[in-house]
Every structure is written in C-alpha cells, then in structure tokens.
C-alpha cells in the first residue's frame, strides 16, 4: 500500500475519533473507495494500529483530567479501576458470545469465516451506523437527568457500558463511543463523566485487539520469522504515527464542539451516514 493511501486513512482515524460516528466505519468506507480489502488480516491489523494512535492520543489530551479524577488519591484509583476491570470482562463475555452467533448465523456454511469477513460488507455497515444514530438519538433527546452520586459510574452502570462495549465490538459502523456514552447517559450518568470512562475503557480494550489482529495476520500468513511479521507492521506504524498527530490536532477544536450539549446531532449525521453507506453499496462499491 502506498504511503498516500496510509496517510489518507489515518487522518480519517484522527478526524473521526473522538466523534460519536463510527471512525472505523470511515476507514472502511474510505478503504473501499481506494479499492482495498477492508476484510483482510493486513487491512484489519491495519485499522487498529490506526485505532492505537489516536487512543494514544487520547491519553496524551485526556491525562490531565484523569488524574484529577481517576488518580486524585489511592480511593477513587481503586474504585474506579474495579469498575474498569468489570467493564472490561463484561465486554469480552459479550462480545465473544455476540462474535460466535454471528459466525454460526450470518456466516454459517462459509468455509474458514471470520467475523473480520463482515468488514468488506458496507450492506452490514449502513444498518449498524443507523442503529448507532438511533441509540444516540435517543439519549439525545431524552436529556435524562444524571443520577447524584460521586459523579462516576457506579457497577451497574460500568456493568452496562461495558456489556453494550462488548456488543459494538463486531460491527463496524456501531460506533462504540457513540453507544456507549448514550448507555451512560441513559444510565442516568453526565455525558462527560460517561465520555472520559468509555474513553478509558477503549484505551483498556485496545491492546489486546491489536494483539489478535496480529495473531490473525501471522496465522493467515504463516509468518514464522520476526522479519516477516515486522516488514508486514511497517504500514501499520506508519499509520499509527499518522493518525496520532491526526488525532491530537482534531481533539483540540473537536472537543468544544462535542461539549457543546448538542448529543443527538452525531445521532442525525449518522442516520444520514447510514443512507449515504448504502447509496455506495448499490453503486457497486
């Protein structure tokens, strides 16, 4: 792949990352667009290496304010690292029990199929960006008012962001952010505080995807020298530098705009998302 091509995909990464709209979804899209193979191991590795740098990002815009909340004293550091280790496990239950429906459902009789397959798929993800954009529509709009506690998520709800994390993990276009902090919100949590746990929560879940995307790649390869697998990282890394500084460049005007209590619309820019993906998937794409 050409450098062109790994730049134009991490500044899409970077750009959409820290919106409720499904950045993979885009990388996807713009993957098709250029004529790659969104469902291959090279391209899916590819997608969170590119996902990795902008978290790194997110940790570099965000530190700040975790550690005036997350590690002010060793109390709240324990409570709320339970509540993301909760979190956590719940979203992998969830997401292995969701990932194994679909391939004995959608992907039943396809021989050797991986839920990575439903990536090249943009039928698959214009229903789920509208889903998203009808979830986030919801909590929106609902403009339920937060639960008086410490201001944190309590169990329950950690336990729900986490479950609805691990839900999101299969489809590309179901942004996770986007469900997540409207879970929060519906949860009855400020759309802040759920906004800084789901992004801590992705900063959590990020190495191990990463880790099995490179096993995925050095089984459907059978890479067996250190060489070889690091000549086939090369574009990933690129990429992640790429849509780190993307990333960073984007938090620093993007984040006003996404405090600015207007939730439901990245719910509308979804749904017309949604419609915009299918046009494309009949156009032939």
Known sequence: MSLGKIIILAIVQGLAELLPVSSSAHVVVAERLMGLDASSPQMTLLLVMLHSGTMLAVIVYFWKQWRRTYFRNAESFGQIALRLIFATILTGIVGEIVIKIIEKTILRGIPHAEIEDLFNHLEWIAPALAAAGLLILIAGLLKREPIVNDGEPNMKQAGLIGAMQGFCLPFRGFSRSGATISTGMLAGIAKERAETFSFALAVILTPPVVAREMLRLVHAEHINGGLNLASAMVPGLVGAGCSFLAGLLA???????????????????????????????????
């Open 251 to 285: 938090l620093k005007w993007l984040s006003k705009w996404l405090e600015g209590g207007r939730w439901y619309l990245f719910g509308i820019y979804c749904l017309v998302a949604a419609l915009a993906v299918l046009a494309l998937h009949h156009a032939g794409y």
